[in-house]
């Protein structure tokens, strides 16, 4: 089954305890990206990858990393988390077309994080 | 930057009744997509519309895409309890490797009232 998968689907920690959320693709798709979602603010993204090892930052992209060492595997960083970061994580990816152009996202069930 | 506005931010409709959500780019789009996502779950795909004035059905939900493809809406005809979520647009403008990127707008949240 073609599907994006995130873990922990729920965490809650406490401020500057690192921590790392996985999303991993089966359907060989080159893009990938996170999103965070907050009441009244839509999604908003996070960091996109286009192949391995090329990221770049969305709209926003502070206080996170990340890194695509493989084509499946796109993980959020949080290397000192703080309240701020309290919110839905989203994971998605997006294959290209017949036509080269790139086709709708796929996004993963979601990670809710608590930052006390 | 693109921006993606979406009207209005919640809808409350008595079930049977239609509801309507529009999107307004501030630059022309190469694409739109429409996504669901039901309270506790994760956005959805419905459709993306590419042409200038395409009109796509899918049972009760009519999208479009303007003509000028600077915006879009979404009729759902007699709701029902089960179309209940945030509807999001997602417009796509460019060509080539500059196409990837999604804005999304901040969507409408429907409740239907049975």
């Known amino acids: 089954e073609a599907q994006v998968t995130q873990n922990p689907r729920y965490l809650i920690t406490v401020t500057g305890k690192k921590l790392t959320v996985t999303c991993s693709q089966n359907?060989?798709?080159?893009?990938m990206s996170w999103y965070r979602q907050d009441p009244g603010l839509g999604l908003r993204q996070i960091y996109y990858s286009m192949n391995v090892e090329v990221t770049d930052k969305g709209d926003v992209p502070e206080g996170y990393k990340v890194s695509r060492k493989e084509k499946r595997n796109f993980p959020l960083i949080l290397e000192s988390p703080s309240p701020n970061q309290t919110s839905l994580y989203f994971c998605?990816?997006?294959?290209?077309?017949?036509?080269?152009?790139?086709?709708?996202?796929?996004f993963g069930p979601g990670t809710r994080l608590t930052v006390l | 930057g693109q921006q993606v506005m979406q009207i209005p931010q919640y809808q409350h409709v008595q079930e049977g009744e239609d509801f309507t959500t529009y999107c307004n780019s501030s630059t022309t789009l190469s694409n739109i997509q429409w996504y669901k996502q039901r309270p506790g779950g994760h956005p959805v795909f419905l459709i993306q519309l590419v042409k200038s004035g395409e009109v796509k059905k899918q049972k009760r939900l009519t999208f479009q895409f303007g003509e000028a493809k600077k915006n879009s809406s979404l009729h759902i005809t007699a709701t029902q309890t089960t179309d209940v979520g945030t509807y999001f647009c997602a417009g796509r403008s460019g060509s080539g490797a500059g196409s990837y990127q999604l804005t999304f707008g901040k969507g409408t949240k429907l409740s239907v009232i049975p």
């Open positions: 998605a990816s997006t294959g290209r077309g017949p036509e080269g152009g790139y086709n709708e996202q796929f």
């Open positions: 359907m060989n798709h080159e893009y």
